[in-house]
């Protein structure tokens, strides 16, 4: 897959529902040092019912996101959104194994055989 070539999906962009859901329902809490604390929603938070109503379907988009928060000023850090780590995971595995090559050449070869 080239760099260039558009994705097969498109990924919703962050927006402030998940942003304010992520803050309301984060079920994990890390701990970043000097007051911050990392928030993130789990995939089996996000399957529950409340998150989906309110979300639709960006509720599986929103397990995503992580908001580092500033316990001391009360206020949002950063928003990172792991999205693209998803999809490059894909993508390396797509790379790393050609699981069904045929060999047009060789017309006595089978059609088709499993590679790795």
Known sequence: MSRFACSPWAIAPV???MISAV?????????L????TLRRISHERA????????LGRDAERVTDIGLVWNDREDQIVRVTD???LRDSRLTAWEEAFDLFETEE??????PMRLCA
């Open 23 to 31: 803050l309301d329902y984060a079920d994990i809490h890390r701990d």
């Open 33 to 36: 040092g000097g007051g911050r």
């Open 47 to 54: 399957a529950k019912a409340d998150i989906f109503l309110l």
């Open 15 to 17: 927006n402030a529902a």
């Open 82 to 84: 792991d999205a693209d």
């Open 105 to 110: 050449t060789d017309e006595m070869a089978e």
